[in-house]
């Protein structure tokens, strides 16, 4: 037989950064993908994104770790502070690289898209194509594959689908209809880019991190070309938005009088690239992974509050992760239940850590604040190392290491 006669074929369900990723690492274990993005084009839409030393890892068994340090800068000297200024806590990104092997690699997000896109095989990428799933078929029963419609009426079977569609993912529902889904964690979110802050402000942003305060919080990081990206959260009724549309109005309102440089860069940001968005997490565990020839992956399986900046970086581990499972293991029953008992306990445990620390910026009683800033300042005062080792359990991932044998995924479609 031919070579594609004996390539199985997976469908992608989105081509944010876990579906792209998801692709390429099917594609490395012998797959014939096809992805599809219900956008009309990946337009360069987004602001910044941190990718943590676990998913730095992940991409490094897909060849791309290094392109992705390559369009990234890295978190330098920062920590935490109060509004008024003052330190809690200190971090670096070169204590974080000596414990972990890498520091916290910035990037825009629209950056990494494209990246992740171009080393698509030509023609797997279909935009405007908001694929649905009809049946998540049987990895039993080689007659039974998954089937899924294209906006124009078209069925289309699959040995695999891998739906990464997002928060309020149609798969999800489709496969576990009985799950309560996402809830509103309370957070509102602002995000956006400043383009060389210091031609507005006459010089380079001040102290990066966070600052937290009552129920809120900002943050500042580096991206390359001397930009800024700037994030933001709040307590908030859920669909609420500024009264005349202006966001970057209403992060003045509520942060223009915290500590520098937040004022500065909310002065310097154009209103029309902030971007909000309300917070939604997954507070109920899904029973599994994955359901029939179908696997949930990144928002779509354990959507989480970005307190630990770890919603993509989860999607990546779960990519390669699948990818893995898929060469290692005999059969696509065998492969699917793989990923769901590996992926189910860590993505859930960092979902929990990221609630943890949701909780903690919620506080926003005057006695509360008080005595969670007294916490974080005595943390503060243990040695750098001790605070880094601390976020081991999130960055001290390693990713399995993907079989190399041509023939490794023989019986992929069988039961």
Not at 131 to 141: E, I, T
Not at 310 to 334: M, N
Not at 387 to 413: E, K, S
Request: hydrophobic share 45%; with cysteine.
């Amino acid at each position: 037989m031919s070579e594609a006669q004996h390539r199985p074929h997976a469908l992608v369900v989105g081509a944010g950064i876990g579906g792209l990723t998801a692709a390429l690492a099917l594609q490395a274990a012998g797959f014939h993908v096809g992805v599809h993005e219900r956008a009309a084009a990946l337009e360069p839409v987004g602001s910044g994104l941190g990718i943590a030393p676990n998913a730095l890892r992940a991409l490094d068994t897909l060849g791309l770790g290094d392109e992705v340090r390559g369009v990234a800068t890295v978190q330098g000297e920062g920590g935490l502070r109060r509004p008024s200024g003052r330190w809690l806590a200190r971090t670096s990104g070169e204590g974080i690289a000596r414990t972990f092997g890498d520091p916290l690699a910035v990037v825009h997000r629209a950056e990494l898209v494209a990246l992740l896109a171009a080393h698509l095989r030509a023609g797997a990428l279909h935009t405007g194509s908001a694929l649905r799933v009809l049946d998540p078929g049987d990895p039993a029963d080689p007659d039974r594959p998954a089937v899924a419609v294209t906006p124009d009426g078209s069925r289309l079977a699959a040995e695999l689908i891998v739906s990464a569609d997002g928060i309020h993912s149609p798969t999800r529902s489709l496969l576990f209809p009985e799950h309560p889904g996402p809830r509103y964690s309370g957070f509102t979110t602002w995000r956006t880019v400043i383009p060389r802050p210091e031609r507005a402000t006459g010089r380079r942003p001040g102290p990066l991190g966070e600052v937290w305060g009552a129920g809120a919080l900002t943050g500042v990081l580096p991206l390359p070309d001397r930009r800024t990206y700037l994030y933001a959260a709040a307590l908030a009724p859920a669909g609420e938005r500024a009264a005349d549309g202006d966001e970057r109005a209403e992060l003045l309102r509520r942060f223009g009088a915290w500590c520098a440089p937040v004022p500065e860069l909310l002065t310097a940001a154009r209103p029309e690239l902030v971007l909000r968005n309300d917070v939604h997490e997954m507070t109920t565990a899904l029973p599994a992974f994955h359901r029939g020839r179908v696997a949930l992956l990144g928002d779509a399986a354990h959507a989480m509050t970005p307190f630990q900046g770890q919603g993509a970086c989860q999607a990546i581990e779960d990519a390669v992760v699948l990818a893995h499972a898929l060469r290692a293991t005999p059969t696509l029953a065998d492969a699917l239940r793989a990923y769901s008992a590996a992926r189910l306990p860590r993505a859930t445990d960092v979902l929990l850590r990221s609630s943890r620390v949701a909780r903690a910026v919620a506080v926003h009683s005057r006695p509360g604040v008080l005595l969670r800033d007294t916490a974080l300042a005595l943390a503060g005062l243990l040695p750098e190392s001790a605070v880094v080792r601390g976020m081991a359990p999130t960055f001290d991932w390693h990713p399995p290491t993907l079989p190399q044998r041509p023939g490794a995924l023989t019986g992929v479609g069988k039961a």
